[in-house]
């Protein structure tokens, strides 16, 4: 806090500051960072969602919104996690708010069934449009009939503010203060922010690419230019920070958006929504929305998705179950990290056991060693090829072939040039073809 400063604005500040340095890591084209996500860790942060979609969203969907939703941390600020919220949520269930959540969750799944899908009318209408008006009209209709089930608790429905005209809706907006430029916390927070919101929408279009059934691929850098005029807006006109988010990207494919002008229509369809049929909007009960969601959820952890991992083998399977188990736990950019350093560690095992091809053979008496080196060899190679040279016994001769290899890394030549010479002390032939030795510098 900086006295004198609001809070709020001071973010806003933050926020405008993080949409300009998104703004240059897109002109840097710093988004072909998006690329070099492991597509196990990707998967599993996809199941992780759908998982945390469906434990965060059953508590309302029995009737429990004590905690607001949205709530992701696996350890609640009321003490409660996860598990224990789901079990008080069942001990204490809203029968009419269930009751709601089941026809709608049953719409939804009706409405995915061949029938509906040849029939070109009703497959034009969206399950979960569908699927809300149905839980409105329910609901109206218990009221209407004074009935038990009736959901009258405003906690269970959405409750959004009602603007009644645009001086009340101009009072509702704050602006960044710019005169906070001055303290170095602005600029950290700023920084920080931009962090979270480029890592976290570059592995959203990563992820979103692969739910894409016509395989489009997003270009990362507009994206992230994209993203950073998104938040300078918000921050000049008092906003939240905006990201790339699976679960609109998941229901845009659903949905079977295939243009950029889909998150436009999207974006001015909730605008008119909110100024338009606030109280409408206000009818929805939490139930119907927790329905869309925990469906939203389970097609992104699909059982045969665990499955056709664990089948690709145990250095696909492990960095995605891992990645899927912190990230429950803890949060999205801690389990794709820990998922990350697994995968890097697969890719370090495989680099340090296969950087060459090894054939050993005796003629005349002689040992002979042929090293032929693969394609690409990297520094991460040198480790394995320094331990094979010093396997070689004394009066050997050795063949190192380098004539397939793209590149090698200076770091490998410096070693196998340091063993030519010094395997002359053990009187060990060494010839080196289309490799190029590297000068040694002497220590005397």
């Known amino acids: 806090l900086i006295p004198g400063h609001s809070p709020f604005e001071i973010f806003l500040t933050s ?13 840097i084209k710093a988004g072909i960072i998006g690329y070099y996500f492991p597509s196990s860790v990707i998967k599993g942060m996809l199941c992780g969602i759908g998982i945390l979609l469906i434990a965060k969203e059953i508590p309302h969907f029995l009737g429990d919104d004590r905690d607001p939703q949205g709530d992701e941390s696996f350890v609640q600020i009321d003490k409660e996690n996860t598990i224990t919220e789901i079990l008080s949520a069942a001990a204490n269930f809203s029968p009419g708010v269930l009751l709601v959540g ?9 409405w995915q069934t061949n029938f509906i899908k040849r029939n070109k009318i009703l497959n034009a209408v969206p399950a979960p449009l569908l699927a809300v008006v149905v839980g409105i009209l329910l609901n109206e209709a218990y009221i209407t009939s004074n009935s038990e089930y009736a959901i009258s608790n405003p906690q269970h429905l959405v409750n959004l503010p009602v603007i009644t005209s645009a001086t009340a809706f101009m009072s509702k907006l704050h602006f960044p ?11 950290e927070i700023g920084f920080l922010l931009c962090c979270v919101a480029s890592l976290e929408t570059l592995l959203s279009v990563e992820a979103i ?7 489009k691929i997003t270009p990362t850098n507009r994206e992230l230019i994209a993203q950073g005029s998104g938040n300078l807006l918000c921050g000049l ?21 295939k243009t950029k002008f889909s998150t436009i229509f999207h974006g001015i369809l909730l605008l008119i929504a909110i100024f338009i049929i606030p109280s409408l909007l206000n009818k929805i009960p939490n139930a119907a929305l927790a329905a869309i969601l925990i469906m939203t959820g389970y097609k992104l952890t699909r059982p045969w998705i665990y499955k056709n991992v664990y089948s690709q083998g145990w ?16 949060d999205l950019l801690r389990g794709v990290s820990i998922g990350i350093i697994v995968a890097v560690i697969f890719i370090l095992r495989q680099n340090y056991k296969n950087p060459y091809k090894y054939l050993t053979d005796t003629i005349d008496g002689v040992p002979h060693y042929f090293i032929k080196l693969s394609q690409n060899v ?3 190679n040198k480790g394995k090829i320094v331990e094979t040279l010093q396997t070689v016994p004394a009066g050997s001769k050795v063949y190192i072939d380098g004539g397939r290899s793209q590149f090698i890394d200076k770091d490998v030549i410096e070693a196998i040039t340091e063993f030519k010479h010094s395997a002359q002390l053990k009187n060990i032939i060494v010839i080196l073809e ?6 040694l510098i002497s220590e005397h």
């Open 315 to 330: 250095d696909q399977f492990l960095p995605f179950i891992i990645t899927i188990i912190v990230f429950l736990l803890t």
């Open 237 to 257: 006109l008092g906003g939240i920070p905006i990201t790339s988010v699976i679960v609109r990207g998941s229901a845009n494919v659903t949905a079977k958006a």
């Open 102 to 110: 089941i026809v709608c969750i049953t719409v939804i799944i009706v």
């Open 177 to 187: 203060d710019f005169s906070a430029l001055g303290y170095y916390k602005v600029w």
């Open 15 to 27: 926020l405008c500051l993080a949409g300009i340095f998104q703004i240059l890591l897109g002109i």
């Open 434 to 439: 289309e490799i190029n030795e590297v000068e």
């Open 209 to 215: 690419d692969k739910l894409d059934p016509e395989n």
């Open 378 to 380: 990297t520094f991460l």
